[in-house]
């Protein structure tokens, strides 16, 4: 029952949030959540490395290739952390990632960039999603987890990058905006539908969301907390300079 302090739209702090990993771990469904969440976040990271280190191919000027470098380098070491973390609690990384690869793989293929600035907007858009899905559900992970996944999902500057590119080519041919806008709406919808297939499939991760493991999660919640997914993907096509 809800108390005066604790409003219908806040979810209150878990049990599981007042952990560390030691206590938290004793429930092996709550365990087996964590391995999949880490195992996509690793997945996740190193398919970032290598769609940067792509990208960097079409990148304009050498700046921009030794800057997407850079980039590409940051999220290979966010990798290499997680892939040690799993190693830590014995989960075999590569057993940890599988279940996620042909999720992701089918989603890179659907949303393949067609030249650099879609490149910049598929990154900026598409990892932030994917972001701002972790950061929600690290709130409901003990606390060493969370410091884990939160350490990881640091922006590597791809961000304000992405967004100095797209506003100047935008600012130099105006025309650029609405494609970049209807391919932004195109990945947007393209990474909902892969998170929710992804959470679906695995029972431990879905059970997690909807509250089983991490008593913080409800139906509603899990609605509200893809409105507000939503709502941040709005504000960073405005910051672009484009129309959600």
Known sequence: METPDTPADTPAET?????????ASADPQYRAAVVDLLGALAYGELAAF??????AKLAPSLEDKAALAAMASAE???????????????????????????????????????????????????????SDFYREVAARLDADTRELVLAVLDDTGH???????VRSA???????????????????????????????????????????VADGFDLAEVGRMFTRITEAHTKRMAALGLAA
Do not use: C, N
């Open 15 to 23: 049990t599981i949030a007042a952990k560390d990993w030691a206590a």
């Open 50 to 55: 290598e769609r940067l280190a792509e990208d």
């Open 76 to 130: 290979f070491h966010h990798f290499e952390q997680l892939r040690a973390r799993l190693t830590i609690i014995e989960a075999d990384p590569t057993a940890a990632m599988e279940p996620f690869a042909a999720a992701l793989d089918e989603f890179h293929r659907l949303t393949a960039p067609s030249d650099w600035l879609e490149g910049l907007v598929k990154a900026y858009v598409g990892d932030s999603i994917a």
């Open 159 to 165: 961000a304000s990058f992405a967004v100095e590119k």
């Open 170 to 212: 935008i600012e130099a041919e105006p025309r650029v905006g609405g494609r970049l806008a209807l391919w932004a709406r195109r990945l947007m919808g393209e990474a909902l539908s892969q998170a929710q297939r992804v959470v679906a499939d695995r029972d431990a991760l879905s059970t997690m969301l909807v509250g089983g």
